[in-house]
């Protein structure tokens, strides 16, 4: 038995009759806007983490979609907002890095609550983005067609832009212009990644994130944002099943009993909801063992920045 990473590992690959196109695209916009959801949806599985709770996004979190002969490499980044620590200042940064660094741009607005501060702040840094770059307006399910219209011509006066959308990325509404738009733009080129590869995260990330997610998801106090978690070890067993071993680190012994749970109780719910998506996303049997410990002021450790492709901040 060996510690392994069950990742795609074939060459990158495109249909070789067809002239192929590949290239990224950045998602940007504020928390909350929708961006991981937009994420997995293009992709047709799940890559990112989905929360109610702002700031789920930590790192830059790339999901692969395939329209007709192009390779539209998604980079979904953490949400843009007016950072306080030092976390959130390495994420806000890293938001920025995956907008320059991109083929084209697009910026998620939640149509629900418009133009926010945070919003007008994402304006004003896109005017300096010399990429394509689209507006999309997201949640219209929830949002009245004249007030997107107004909402429509707001985003308009503050910023150029080579099209707008109007989509819901969880019911799917608007998805396939956006795809064929982006399909559209990106340069020519051979793939860069197998055809079956859905993330160029490895799956013990995807795996340890999916299980971050639970947390958000079990515990609303302030505590998810003072956990991470680390994927230790992963055996494939003799029977086709795989043996996982996790780690959540907190920062005090009061956070650590809470992730437990009386008689742990929570622990054992965050375990079985992760162990479920994994298995899912895996299409085999997971066995999944997670450890809470805690790790005093992880947030200011250069390591865990990098273990979460972040820059540490000065």
Same mark, same amino acid.
């Given at each position: 038995?060996?510690?392994?990473?069950?990742?795609?590992?074939?060459?990158?690959?495109?249909?070789?009759?067809?002239?192929?196109?590949?290239?990224?695209?950045?998602?940007?916009?504020?928390?909350?806007?929708?961006?991981?959801?937009?994420?997995?949806?293009?992709?047709?599985?799940?890559?990112?983490?989905?929360?109610?709770?702002?700031?789920?996004?930590?790192?830059?979190?790339?999901?692969?979609?395939?329209?007709?002969?192009?390779?539209?490499?998604?980079?979904?980044?953490?949400?843009?907002?007016?950072?306080?620590?030092?976390?959130?200042?390495?994420?806000?940064?890293?938001?920025?890095?995956?907008?320059?660094?991109?083929?084209?741009?697009?910026?998620?607005?939640?149509?629900?609550?418009?133009?926010?501060?945070?919003?007008?702040?994402?304006?004003?840094?896109?005017?300096?983005?010399?990429?394509?770059?689209?507006?999309?307006?997201?949640?219209?399910?929830?949002?009245?067609?004249?007030?997107?219209?107004?909402?429509?011509?707001?985003?308009?006066?503050?910023?150029?832009?080579?099209? =707008?959308?109007?989509? /819901?990325?969880? $019911?799917? +509404?608007?998805? *396939? @212009? !956006?795809?064929?738009?982006? #399909?559209?733009?990106?340069?020519?080129?051979?793939?860069?990644?197998?055809?079956?590869?859905?993330?160029?995260?490895?799956?013990?990330?995807?795996?340890?994130?999916?299980?971050?997610?639970?947390?958000?998801?079990?515990?609303?106090?302030? =505590?998810?944002?003072? /956990?991470?978690? $680390?994927? +230790?070890?992963? *055996? @494939? !067993?003799?029977?086709?099943? #795989?043996?996982?071993?996790?780690?959540?680190?907190?920062?005090?012994?009061?956070?650590?009993?809470?992730?437990?749970?009386?008689?742990?109780?929570?622990?054992?719910?965050?375990?079985?909801?992760?162990?479920?998506?994994?298995?899912?996303? =895996?299409?085999?049997?997971?066995?999944?063992?997670?450890?809470?410990?805690?790790?005093?002021?992880?947030?200011?450790?250069?390591?865990?920045?990098?273990?979460?492709?972040?820059?540490?901040?000065?």
């Amino acid at each position: 038995m060996t510690d392994k990473d069950p990742s795609p590992a074939a060459e990158p690959a495109g249909a070789p009759d067809e002239v192929t196109r590949c290239g990224f695209v950045a998602l940007i916009g504020a928390p909350n806007a929708g961006k991981s959801t937009l994420t997995n949806a293009l992709v047709g599985s799940k890559v990112s983490i989905v929360s109610h709770k702002v700031q789920t996004t930590r790192s830059l979190v790339r999901g692969i979609a395939l329209e007709g002969a192009t390779q539209i490499v998604l980079v979904d980044t953490p949400g843009i907002f007016a950072p306080k620590r030092r976390l959130e200042k390495a994420m806000v940064r890293s938001a920025w890095g995956g907008a320059g660094d991109a083929d084209a741009v697009v910026l998620l607005v939640d149509a629900r609550v418009g133009i926010t501060e945070d919003v007008e702040a994402i304006l004003r840094g896109l005017a300096d983005v010399r990429r394509p770059r689209a507006i999309v307006l997201n949640k219209i399910d929830l949002v009245k067609r004249e007030n997107l219209l107004a909402l429509a011509a707001e985003v308009a006066d503050k910023v150029s832009f080579d099209k =707008l959308f109007m989509i /819901s990325a969880l $019911e799917g +509404d608007g998805l *396939k @212009e !956006l795809r064929g738009w982006l #399909a559209g733009l990106l340069p020519l080129g051979p793939w860069l990644y197998p055809e079956d590869q859905i993330s160029d995260a490895p799956m013990r990330m995807l795996a340890a994130e999916i299980t971050r997610e639970k947390l958000f998801h079990r515990l609303h106090e302030e =505590l998810p944002y003072r /956990s991470t978690v $680390e994927t +230790d070890s992963w *055996k @494939e !067993l003799p029977d086709g099943s #795989a043996r996982i071993e996790q780690t959540i680190f907190v920062e005090r012994e009061s956070q650590r009993k809470i992730v437990l749970g009386k008689g742990g109780e929570t622990i054992k719910a965050i375990s079985t909801a992760a162990r479920k998506e994994i298995a899912e996303i =895996l299409e085999q049997k997971v066995h999944l063992f997670l450890f809470v410990k805690v790790r005093e002021n992880w947030s200011d450790d250069p390591e865990r920045y990098r273990e979460m492709g972040l820059e540490f901040p000065d």
